[in-house]
């Protein structure tokens, strides 16, 4: 027996427990995922998840990354086939919306961001990275497109999908998420040369 197919197998096991741990995390915060926690969820063994992460903060960073990479499938990369500016900048809104009732919980980042937001440390780096490499990319359109302050128009337009999370989360109502792409429109309608 060949050594690929056990990699490859180990790798496979590694990325459905991780794609459970983000949605566990969505809902119940990072500092709930426990290697126990995630083992009864998946029915394993809580030695043969010790064997893909080592410690609870190991579990958590790798969750991290999974959710980054998760975020980045669904968000950006579909947009990187749009010309760069305001059609990826719509683009990358509209699908950051429609993720975020994928999650059990809500968002991953505004749950992981408010947990940890004070609480310096490994984890709270990660996230901290994964939310500048979005907002990083969110103001390189924006500069594309030609806006004064890119960084502004980032930090509007994320806080208006923050704000959809959160309303929707508090009440139900998927009104909110039309009234964020009412919103955004009207952001993007300000961009020079955007038409809408």
């Not at 990354?65 to 719509?90: C, H, N, Q, S, Y």
């Not at 749950?111 to 990660?126: I, L």
Request: aromatic letters at 8%.
């Amino acid at each position: 027996m060949s050594v690929t197919p056990v990699t490859e197998k180990g790798s496979a096991t590694r990325a459905s427990i991780l794609d459970r741990a983000v949605d566990l995390a969505s809902a119940e915060g990072l500092e709930g995922l426990t290697i126990g926690r995630l083992a009864a969820e998946l029915q394993m063994s809580k030695s043969g998840l010790f064997a893909h992460f080592g410690s609870k903060q190991e579990l958590q960073l790798a969750t991290v990354g999974a959710a980054a990479e998760r975020f980045r499938a669904r968000v950006i990369d579909p947009a990187l086939e749009l010309p760069d500016g305001a059609p990826r900048l719509r683009a990358m809104a509209e699908s950051y919306l429609d993720q975020l009732q994928d999650y059990s919980g809500g968002c991953f980042w505004a749950a992981s961001s408010a947990e940890y937001d004070d609480r310096p440390g490994p984890v709270r780096d990660a996230i901290a990275a994964s939310l500048d490499a979005w907002t990083g990319e969110l103001e390189r359109q924006a500069r594309v497109a030609g806006v004064e302050n890119p960084e502004r128009f980032a930090f509007e337009l994320y806080s208006l999908v923050m704000g959809a999370n959160s309303r929707y989360r508090l009440s139900g109502r998927e009104a909110v998420f039309e009234y964020a792409r009412d919103a955004i429109d009207a952001l993007l309608a300000e961009l020079p040369g955007e038409t809408g």
